[in-house]
């Protein structure tokens, strides 16, 4: 065998043991995250089972997609907490200038 050749697989195989293992551990972490969520948490009534299939059959591109989805939704619901406290806020501003 040539003495590149397995120079080459020395630094190769661990390194793909490692990225394995790091992507089994945030497939892992996603899943449990997505366990441990109530079904208050989703829009729709099936949603959890939707992205239960998703995260455990795509491993960890579906656990990609899950946490860009969940923080897609932290921000909206965010989003919308401001604006209804902006909105309580002029009608209380609104109700004190009419008396």
């Not at 996603?30 to 089972?49: A, C, I, Q, S």
């Not at 591109?61 to 923080?71: D, E, P, T």
Request: charged share 20%; glycine share 8%; no cysteine.
């Amino acid at each position: 065998m040539n003495v590149a050749f397995i120079l080459a697989e020395a630094t190769v195989v661990p390194f793909l043991i490692i990225v394995g293992l790091l992507l089994t551990i945030f497939w892992l972490v996603e899943l449990l995250v997505l366990m441990n969520m109530t079904g208050d948490e989703f829009p729709w009534r099936y949603d959890k089972v939707l992205w239960l299939v998703i995260v455990f059959f795509g491993l960890a591109l579906g656990a990609l997609v899950f946490l860009l989805w969940q923080r897609g939704r932290k921000i909206e619901v965010r989003l919308a907490r401001e604006a209804h406290a902006m909105l309580r806020g002029r009608k209380q501003a609104d109700t004190q200038g009419d008396e």
